[in-house]
């Protein structure tokens, strides 16, 4: 059995850990209450552009070149959302094992093609897809410690660029959607080309605010070439804030449980403690009333 002063330093050392899980937590809770309150606002936004720009490209006679859809899919982008620190348990690692699944199912030819690239937003995201060899072109470690929308839309829009020229063919972001505190919506989802039977599948169930032939000024084409661009920005916008909030969560529930973990291992410590305590007092004991017999019987 161990010795007192090595379960000792071992309480101390569990409860020093149980301490800063414990603030962990907390910082945690304070950052997901800014990130929801970000990502509640963005919303209703990004939902209702997608809505605006779904009627317009519904319209038969406006066009845009990021609506190329390509005769052959030659080169496809990733744009993948992780984080820059760790200690939030399978948020970066579910994801990730999410997007490694899809891409040797769907895009197995293009890896081996080498045709694939991604760009890695975060610190775990970059250190996760070139450590297996993926054909990273661009990485964003510590882009969470200042998250600006203004560094967003610059990657997306370098994508659209990349996406008008023919640089590549198919533009996918794969994210954490934040559900609650302690589960998350791993997504992987097309923005470019932009499908226009899809972009805008939110529906008003008001038939006749469906029924509305709305006049474009000064035409729905000029709207339209306005609209999309920022419509793309909005959706790696929003996928960042939803994987930001999402982070915390995750981090919140796994201090929380480490927390919890540590509690249990403090008692059974105590437990190991207090019995050895209890051997070394019956042993000495023994040796007492052995000595004072041998005593006695002298």
Known sequence: MANLRDIRNRISSVNNTQQITKAMKMVAAAKLRKAQEKMTRTRPYASKIAEVAGRLTGSNNV???VMRKPEEVENVLFIIVGSDRGLCGGFNNNLFKEVEKQLHSNFQKHLDNKSLS????????????????YNVIESFPGFFDDIQY???SSIMETATEQFIKGEFDEVYIAFNEFKSVIAQNRKVQQVLPIDAEN???????????QAIDYLYEPNSQ???DRLLPLHLNMQLWRSVLESNASEQ???????DSATENA???EKELRLKYN??????????ISEIVSGAQALSEN
């Not at 972009?199 to 006749?208: E, Q, R, W």
């Not at 050895?276 to 042993?283: E, K, V």
């Open 222 to 224: 000029a709207i339209l």
């Open 275 to 284: 019995q050895a305590r209890q051997s070394a007092i019956t042993t000495e």
């Open 150 to 152: 203004d560094a967003t």
């Open 118 to 133: 991604v760009v890695a937003i975060g610190k775990k995201a970059t250190a996760y897809f070139k450590k297996r060899k």
């Open 63 to 65: 066009s845009n070149p």
């Open 263 to 265: 509690k249990d291992l």
């Open 249 to 255: 969560g995750a981090r919140m529930t796994a201090m």
């Open 199 to 209: 972009i805008g599948n939110v529906k008003s169930d008001n038939a006749s605010e």
